[in-house]
């Protein structure tokens, strides 16, 4: 990260090296993919992510491909979805899945913590409103379990609605019986998953791959 | 002994009469308490009776008397002895924990150890030749199994799968470095012996390298031992852990090698190449044994739902017997009982019931405390049986070798494992894992096991095995608990698993796959997600009984959570008192979205029970409680006082308490209904009370003026019930669709499900829940 070794005929990915933190090489295998993904177009859309195979099996499948639309991914503080995204926003994206490096200040582990979270946070938040109401966790937690036909759904709204209490308990302590808990704000996220050490779980490991020989 | 009882005979008057019988037949002698037993019966003797005292005097042989009390020790010798130890060793164990700062500074086994030099030293100082107690045969076949049972039973699959590669890492190459540096570093300065006229010189090499390799080996006992006393944080745990099981195999193929290499007296390179392929063998051959088995134990366990009182038998024998297969063919006999345990776990828990799982978990703690305890007992009894021959030289550089190979290859090799690694291992983590590679019982066991024709020097071996093993676990497995406190490593999380944290890792899971397969790339994720889709697909489906092979995994964590809250619950005695999960007063009104009010309004700030509800909620209740009435099957011989059918106490105690808090809240209703306030009994429930039924205390009766969840603890098909009558209902609903009701505010069943209700475990979340009825929409909660 940060050396200057540019790779001939792409001078732009100094540019997007320096704005998400890939390495040259890293950069290049993601460029084959979304070239490949896209059908060698210059922008992805969500018909293209229906394509991937794989990913059909996946319970949370529209989170995802929806997480690659929403604008406040793009780390350019705006909100609300598009159509259609670039390679640099797709970039952008996988760049919060990039494992943190060895040596970091408490801050630095912070500020990649903060970042992942809000990652998550604005993929079960789907209606921007900045909290996440019960009906969204409820939403989430159906997903997960959407593979368990009618036995998950039953379960899943009681899941939600324990996982809604603790996470009231938790950030709000004591409540009277007619005050009302709007839903999770990305503060009470935080405080919620502060021991799930999500820096070291959140990771994908971008270098060893060889995109080319998978076709799909 | 012999003649302290020929001494009763001299003295008693009557020989011929004498009340103890002379069928004494000692092949070694006893310990003294039988002397004092014998010299406290003789004054209990009756005078002689005088008719048969007139027979002929000088006839030897007269009618024997019928002997009233005898002693026959040899009879028992042998279990005697064995559980004179064992409970020595439970005495051991239980002493030190009631002196509190003893066991805060000096660990268990260190105590132990000495114990068992105290013992030793008495028996010798009895002058009795001292048992060997450490006879390889009992120690791996007796006492090594139960602890690593207990350890692949339980061990945590999730942290160890992740860092499988590291942990192999460490443990063969680690374990092979370790070898050879410290057995030809060993052999190089016994060959450089200055003129001193030791036997040191006949040492050859691959004695020495044979040295290395029973000495290098970090030992899974006194890992657990020293390491379950610091809490260490999880990784390391693992590391350190997973490596001392691993290294088992790569021990085995050392030991053999170097075994027949000694023999034979040459190396060539063929010998070398079948070395690795053996250690190929050893390795995997182990696994599949054990896997093998575990199929076998998981399948089995399916069918066990009519006689659970043997089901943890099948866990321990098929796991025992996998030990003794491997062992049988060389292979690794831990390696197979590791994966015997890991594979048939989950199966097995998914179809035991909560009571058999409780068993399994305490009877496997139970034999390995008592075993990992005779151990060190045992190793210090040997230390003061063996006869040693201490070399200064030797032992000196064995020990400084050890720990000098044991940094310089925990260095090295997480130097080029962090390569590799997202979360790399700092120096903190190196040191804790270099210096928790401590040796232990299996050291002393394999150099016991050396044959004296081989290895003359077998004696300076065992010493110097000794030395090594006293000093790690005394030296190194007292200093580590401060040296982790004054490193400020990070230590284990005692936080519980919350609901939160296992959605988000569920959650976690799905999105790190999806993203691998948007990349394009085969990774870690993609593997893993392929063998859970394989696993539920197929073998879920053969192993699991009944609806239990479908319920996925966030379902079955919800379960166990609510049962241990209700547990808790239950123990805290409180009904009032929250779950200590939740200390806090907010309660499901808190988080439901406010809706329209319902047909009667709301004039107070409490909400209320209209009217009509509790008609209602009266039809549901009595249709409840005469669909309990056809469930029950079962005879329980324990009978209390108001409940033939009472299925225990601790059911009772959940009743009881539920009935507290119900009566409590109908005082407090009765100032906020504008119905007539229902006497604490409602008529429901005195008629239920009246039939004996054990729903009588139900709690699903009256209606409340709070409305709260009732978390529904177990399905009817849940092994987690603590209900017996599950177990029998079990069979006959095998066909039946799983409901969870949970949380909902949904009747605990549709009428047309005949038994397919609600199991009586309710425990309320907050406050209890009437619970609206049948007829209306599910969705819709119940609240004005």
Redesign the interface.
Known sequence: MGALQSLPGHPEYADLAEKTGFSFEQISI?HK?FK??SHNEQTLRRDH?NE?P??S?????SQ?IEAFFDQRNFHQNSEGKVQEIGFEEFLVV?SH?R?PS?HMTDDQRESVRKEKLRF?FN?HDTDNDGTI???EYRH??EE??S??????K??A???A?????????IS??????????EGITFEHFLK??S??E?E???????L??D?TT?C? | MTSVLSFFFFCSPMRHLSLLSYRCHYSRPSPSPSTLLLLLLLPSTKPPRKGVAGNGTGNVTHKKAFPVLSLDYHHIQTPFEISLWVLLASLMKLGFHLIPRLSGIVPESCLLIVVGLMVGGLIKLAGEEVPPVLDSQFFFLCLLPPIILDAGYFLPIRPFMENLGTILIFAVIGTLWNAFFIGGLLYAVCQIQPANPSNLHQLELLPCLLFGSIVSAVDPVAVLAVFEEIHINELLHILVFGESLLNDAVTVVLYHLFEEFSEVGTVTVLDCVLGIISFLVVACGGVLVGAIYGILAAFTSRFTSHTRVIEPLFVFVYSYMAYLSAEMFHLSGIMALIACGAVMRPYVEANISHKSHTTIKYFLKMWSSVSETLIFIFLGVATVDGKHDWNWTFVTVTVILCLVARVIGVVGLTYMI?KFR???LTTKDQFIIAYGGLRGAIAFSLGFLLKKELFPLREMFLTAIITVIFFTVFVQGMTIKPLVELLAVKKK?E?KR????E??T???D?????????????????WKDKLN?FNKKYVKKCLIAGERS???Q??AF?HK?EMKQAIELVESGGGVKMPS??????????????KPPLAKPVER??PQLPKGREEEIRKILRSNLQRTRQRLRSYNRHTLVADPYEDGLGDLLIKKQKMIELEKKIKDMNNYLTVPAAPPDSPTMCRARLASDPQAYHTKSVSDS?PA?Q??LASPQSPDSVNMMDEFRRAGQQQQ????????MRPPSRPGEAGGARDPQKLT??LSDPGPSADEEEDEPFLP
């Not at chain 1, 099996?57 to 499948?61: G, L, T, V």
């Not at chain 2, 919350?498 to 944290?501: A, C, P, T």
């Not at chain 2, 669709?737 to 909902?744: A, K, P, R, V």
């Open positions: 993601l993919r490949q993904l992510f991937i794989d990913l099996c996946n319970p949370i499948r995802i996988m899945f494992p060895l998550l993929m109401t019960l009906e989430v937690v997960l379990l593979h368990s036909g009618a036995l998950g039953d379960t709204k009681s899941i609605d324990a996982a809604m209490l603790e996470v009231a308990s709000m302590g004591h409540m009277e019986p007619d005050e009302f808990y919620l998953l021991t799930f999500i070291s779980r959140m990771n994908i490991r971008f060893n791959m995109t998978l799909k | 962090n997202i979360v790399k999380q936080a919350s609901i939160n944290e959605i988000h569920q959650f976690l799905h999105l790190l796959t999806g993203i691998e397969d948007i990349c394009g790339h085969y990774g870690h994720h993609h889709r479908k319920e996925p966030l379902i919800y959570l999960a939740m200390p806090s007063t907010v309660s499901m009104q808190n988080i439901q979205p406010k700030a409490l709070v969840i978390v529904d669709q799983q409901e969870d009701q949970g949380l909902t979340r907050c």
